[in-house]
Antibody
Framework: EVQLVESGGGLVQPGGSLRLSCAAS????????MSWVRQAPGKGLEWVSA????????FYADSVKGRFTISRDNSKNTLFLQMSSLRVEDTAFYYC??????WGQGTLVTVSS | DVVMTQSPLSLPVTLGQPASISCRSS???????????LNWFQQRPGQSPRRLIY???NRDSGVPDRFSGGGSGTDFTLKISRVEAEDVGIYYC?????????FGPGTKVDIK
């Protein structure tokens, strides 16, 4: 069974940083592209970033480009999202997804002073 | 970016009756590889999104056959043949042809 468990969310001040992790199990991790998708409370879905299985190809939404960095450790079956220069508008649930097929339960990031 | 629109945004339905959601994209979703990466997601209250349909018309494993997808190019449809109580939630279309992948605004389905 595919499992994706996000962690690392929390309250951070504007301009601060946070690192999200997603622990994956139940599939051959390095065979799959992985993604981060976010959802502001009560709002719709926004694709944030995606990363190929090898880690060579990275994609970012314009709204986070230059501030967020996606990476993975295939030896530990873990996906990361390093977030810096955080803004109030980055407040959202952040979901880890295997491509777009399987999703974690999400971790809440709140950016507020 | 490809803009995805959906209609209606709110869909009250009677149990056992059919329902249909329309999704349109601002440009063709036919990929250079010949596939059309238009997917449908269901998000039940308090849950993560779940993919129902991929590449326009293919049901994911475990998805009831009352759900069906169709369309081509820029116009797509999700149909529920007979709505059940467990179908309440928000339905999103999503295009995976052009980066950034983008979602429609969502259609809220509830029971009359």
């Amino acid at each position: 069974e595919v499992q994706l468990v996000e962690s690392g969310g929390g309250l951070v001040q504007p301009g601060g940083s946070l690192r999200l992790s997603c622990a994956a199990s139940g599939f051959t991790f390095n065979n799959y592209a992985m993604s981060w998708v976010r959802q502001a409370p009560g709002k719709g879905l926004e694709w944030v970033s995606a990363l190929s299985g090898s880690g060579d190809e990275k994609f970012y939404a314009d709204s986070v480009k230059g501030r967020f960095t996606i990476s993975r450790d295939n030896s530990k079956n873990t996906l990361f999202l390093q977030m810096s220069s955080l803004r109030v508008e980055d407040t959202a649930f952040y979901y880890c997804a295997r491509v777009d097929t399987d999703w974690g339960q999400g971790t809440l990031v709140t950016v507020s002073s | 970016d490809v803009v995805m629109t959906q209609s209606p945004l709110s869909l009250p339905v009677t149990l056992g009756q059919p329902a249909s959601i329309s999704c349109r994209s601002s440009q063709s979703l036919v990929h250079i590889d010949g596939n059309t990466y238009l997917n449908w997601f269901q998000q039940r209250p308090g849950q993560s999104p779940r993919r129902l349909i991929y590449k326009v018309s293919n049901r994911d494993s475990g998805v009831p056959d009352r759900f069906s997808g169709g369309g081509s190019g820029t116009d797509f449809t999700l149909k529920i043949s007979r709505v059940e109580a467990e179908d309440v939630g928000i339905y999103y279309c999503m295009q995976g042809t052009h980066w950034p992948w983008t979602f429609g605004p969502g259609t809220k389905v509830d029971i009359k």
